[in-house]
C-alpha cells in the first residue's frame, strides 16, 4: 500500500445550486490520526460519506486505500472500516455473534473469525461479556465493541463519525487508547468530532467551515500559527466569520 492512505484533490459536493463540499483538497498519510473537525452543515459528514464510498462526488478526486471512490466504490468499501454516529452493532446479538456477522460479510473464514473473536474479546478484557445481548451492555463498552468490530477484518483505513459521542470522559480516554493501538499496527485512522480536546490527540486535524478547509495541521502548529491557547479558541475564531 501507498505511504498515502487518503488524497482528495478539489473535491467538490452540490446539492442543486447550494455548494456543501468547495474544492476540497487533503492527503492523510498510511498509519495516521486525522481529526475532520467542522461545525453542523459546514460539510464534514457530506465529504465524509463521499470518501467511504456512500455518495457520489459532483466535482474533483478522492482515492481511498488506492481507488476512486467515485469508479471503485465496492473497492473501497472491502478496504475500510466504517463506525456510524448512530451506532453499528446489533443489539439483539451478542459481541461474539456481531463479530461472526461482520467477520462472514468481509468474507473472513470460520477460523479467522474465531481467533480474531477470542484476540479481540481478551484485548478489551471483555470475555465475560461476550454472550450477552448487546442491547444491555453500557454505552461504552457498545462503543469500544463497535469499533473493534469495525477492525475485525483488519481494514487498511478505518473511519470513524463521532465515535464518541455520549460516553464519560473515562470511556473516551479507553477509546482513544484504542485508536492509537490500531494507528500503532499500521492502521489509518479518519476520525470526526465535536469533542475540541479530542483535536488535541490527532496527528493532524482539518477544520471545515462553509464548505472548504478553513486550516489544517498538526495541533500544536496551528494553535502558534493562529495564536491561540486550544483548539476550541481556534474552532470558534474560524467558525465566527461563517455564522
Wanted: include cysteine; charge should be neutral; hydrophobic fraction near 45%.
Amino acid at each position: 500500500m501507498s505511504d498515502i492512505a487518503i488524497e482528495v484533490k478539489d473535491l467538490t459536493r452540490k446539492f442543486g445550486n447550494f455548494t456543501a463540499v468547495d474544492h476540497v483538497t487533503f492527503q492523510v498519510k498510511a498509519g495516521e490520526v486525522f481529526g475532520f473537525l467542522g461545525a453542523n452543515g459546514a460539510g464534514k459528514t457530506t465529504a465524509f460519506r463521499m470518501l467511504i464510498g456512500l455518495l457520489q462526488p459532483t466535482g474533483g478526486s478522492a482515492r481511498v486505500a488506492g481507488f476512486d471512490v467515485a469508479k471503485q466504490a465496492e473497492e473501497v468499501k472491502r478496504r475500510i472500516g466504517y463506525m456510524s454516529q448512530r451506532f453499528s452493532l446489533y443489539e439483539d446479538l451478542t459481541p461474539r455473534e456481531n463479530i461472526r456477522l461482520y467477520g462472514g460479510i468481509y468474507g473472513l473464514t470460520l477460523a479467522q473469525i474465531r481467533e480474531r473473536a477470542d484476540a479481540m474479546l481478551q484485548r478489551l478484557g471483555a470475555s465475560q461479556i461476550a454472550d450477552t445481548a448487546v442491547r444491555s451492555l453500557p454505552l461504552g463498552w457498545r462503543q469500544k465493541l463497535a469499533f473493534s468490530v469495525a477492525l475485525v477484518h483488519q481494514p487498511h483505513i478505518v473511519f470513524l463519525d463521532e465515535p464518541t459521542s455520549g460516553v464519560d470522559p473515562i470511556t473516551r480516554r479507553q477509546f482513544w487508547e484504542l485508536i492509537y493501538d490500531a494507528a500503532s499496527r499500521g492502521t489509518t485512522v479518519l476520525v470526526t468530532t465535536h469533542y475540541m480536546d479530542e483535536a488535541e490527540y490527532c496527528d493532524r486535524i482539518s477544520i471545515m467551515v462553509a464548505g472548504r478547509i478553513a486550516a489544517m495541521g498538526p495541533p500544536a502548529d496551528l494553535k502558534r500559527e493562529h495564536n491561540v491557547e486550544s483548539i476550541d479558541e481556534l474552532f470558534v475564531q474560524l467558525a465566527r466569520p461563517a455564522a
